[in-house]
Nanobody, 115 residues
Framework: VQLVESGGGLVQPGGSLRLSCAAS????????MNWYRQAPGKERELVAV????????NYADSVKGRFTISRDNAKNTVYLQMNSLKPEDTAVYYC?????????WGQGTQVTVSS
């Protein structure tokens, strides 16, 4: 099982980034996919969720209206489009796959929002 995030980096406040998470080794299309983030000194928090079929996305209040989660089951990939980024969005972003008792994590990608 592998989840490989990419697309992180340094961006100025108000800018945008698109994170990708490529999955392999499990039946991707039957898993709920999540994006979490963890800032220094803080607990990991759930940012966005999307169902296995790609419907009913849910977001943390702190990112609603700015972030969009999507998935392409043909490519085994989930995305997180992040717009209007703020310094408080700075964190390591993790991709997560969940089905029943099964949880898989990626290694994370750093997002830094700073001028």
């Amino acid at each position: 099982v592998q989840l490989v995030e990419s697309g992180g980096g340094l961006v100025q406040p108000g800018g945008s980034l698109r994170l990708s998470c490529a999955a392999s080794g499990f039946p991707f299309s039957s898993y709920v996919m999540n994006w979490y983030r963890q800032a220094p000194g803080k607990e990991r928090e759930l940012v966005a969720v999307i169902t296995s079929a790609g419907g009913s996305p849910n977001y943390a209040d702190s990112v609603k209206g700015r972030f969009t989660i999507s998935r392409d089951n043909a490519k085994n990939t989930v995305y997180l489009q992040m717009n209007s980024l703020k310094p408080e969005d700075t964190a390591v972003y993790y991709c997560n796959a969940h089905r029943g008792v099964y949880f898989y994590w990626g290694q994370g990608t750093q997002v830094t929002v700073s001028s």
